[in-house]
């Protein structure tokens, strides 16, 4: 089931709504599936810097291979975005040509048979896009803005930035004088909420007042009171509270929590703010934003089981719906156990 040039166009237009930002010096890989009814979606997506593209194909293919083998692959697009100088851009010049060939040769052999790759300077309205395989076949690219993966990336929540560096730019810290000042008052807090997670009484006023956090921040209204801050920041650094708070109603209040969070991480120092990274990147995935996931887990620390686990997910391309009812019943169990009233000792 080739592509035509117009849906060519309108895939690669998707790039920046389906990642989360614009890609630049990439090799993009769309997969497109066949779903049981016939009809067709897209599938998992690997992005790939072009520097590791450059005498790695072999090495490229196989990590996208992991992500799809055992899935119904109609066709795959390669996506080469690269500025090139206009006057050598002719359909004999693309970049990376003979690493280009290398990739469709690879995937060939795995048994992707209908693949394409294109150049595209940028993901832009305007651009125009040329096929490796064929010259002749090229179009130009809509607004991604307009595109109905944009429309939906808007609705349900998810950032659309110009670059994966203006994205990643949310994971900035305040000033280190801040979070110097708060990070003993922070410690105290912790050793708090460890005790409390063993009195159902003081775990379930604890967790309400996270609730009532989150709730707050989807009418856009983050802690700005120290004690308010060092209070959520205990609460989602002891692990029991923060998987009894992972389960949420819906995409809407998994970015809530995510950017509560993420204010959180802000005013926190290592390794509560590991903690929280985690925390965060969780969110993110269970919302299907796998770049900002990807973002958060660099700045956790390797000793995190869910970290790894995590990461091992977004590396196999696993999706959310996958694992959503495994960690809501998580979740649940936890807050079930917190909020239980131990059984008195038998004299």
């Known amino acids: 089931m080739p592509l035509t040039p117009a849906s060519t166009s309108l895939a690669v237009a998707s790039i920046?709504?389906?990642f989360g930002f614009a890609p630049e010096n990439s090799l993009v890989l769309i997969t497109t599936l066949t779903n049981d009814d016939g009809s067709a979606g897209t599938g998992p997506?690997?992005?790939?810097?072009?520097?590791?593209?450059?005498?790695?194909?072999?090495?490229?293919?196989?990590?996208?291979?992991r992500q799809c083998a055992d899935l119904p692959v109609s066709c795959v697009t390669g996506v080469v975005i690269r500025t090139v100088d206009e006057a050598a851009d002719s359909g004999n010049s693309l970049p990376l040509r003979a690493d280009v060939d290398a990739v469709i040769q690879q995937l060939?052999?795995?048994?992707?048979?209908?693949?394409?790759?294109?150049h595209v300077p940028a993901v832009a309205e305007g651009a125009r896009w040329r096929?490796?395989?064929?010259?002749?076949?090229?179009?130009?690219?809509?607004?991604?803005?307009?595109?109905?993966?944009?429309?939906?990336?808007?609705?349900?929540?998810?950032?659309?930035?110009?670059?994966?560096?203006?994205l990643a730019g949310r994971f900035t810290p305040v000033a280190e004088s801040l979070r110097a000042r708060l990070q003993p008052c922070i410690a105290d807090a912790v050793e708090s909420a460890v005790i409390d997670e063993h009195w159902h009484l003081a775990?379930?006023?604890?967790?309400?007042?996270a609730?009532?956090?989150?709730?707050?921040?989807?009418?856009?209204?983050?802690?700005?009171?120290?004690?308010?801050i060092i209070d959520l920041v205990a609460t989602f650094a002891v692990p029991t509270f923060r998987d009894a708070l992972l389960a949420v109603p819906d995409h809407t209040t998994h970015l809530a929590a995510e950017n509560l969070v993420l204010h959180l991480w802000r005013h926190s120092c290592d390794p509560i703010a590991g903690n929280l990274a985690t925390t965060i990147a969780v969110y993110a995935y269970l919302r299907g934003d796998g770049t900002v996931a990807r973002i958060a887990l660099e700045h956790t620390g390797p000793e995190q089981p869910l970290a790894r686990l995590l990461?091992?997910?977004?590396?196999?391309?696993?999706?959310?719906?996958?694992?959503?009812?495994?960690?809501?019943?998580?979740?649940?169990?936890?807050?079930?156990?917190?909020?239980?009233?131990?059984v008195p000792d038998q004299a």
């Not at 019943?329 to 936890?334: E, F, I, L």
């Open 108 to 118: 060939t052999e795995h048994g992707f048979v209908d693949v394409d790759l294109v």
């Open 211 to 228: 609730d009532a956090a989150i709730r707050a921040a989807a009418r856009g209204e983050l802690p700005a009171d120290d004690a308010d």
């Open 203 to 209: 775990a379930h006023v604890r967790l309400a007042r």
């Open 131 to 166: 096929s490796y395989r064929d010259t002749d076949r090229t179009g130009v690219l809509p607004d991604p803005s307009t595109t109905p993966a944009a429309e939906a990336a808007v609705a349900a929540g998810h950032s659309i930035a110009a670059s994966r560096e203006a």
């Open 45 to 65: 997506l690997t992005r790939i810097d072009l520097t590791s593209v450059t005498g790695h194909a072999d090495y490229c293919v196989r990590h996208f291979n």
């Open 16 to 18: 920046p709504a389906l």
């Open 311 to 342: 990461s091992h997910l977004l590396d196999l391309a696993v999706a959310p719906s996958k694992v959503h009812d495994m960690i809501r019943n998580a979740s649940a169990d936890a807050r079930r156990t917190l909020l239980s009233e131990p």
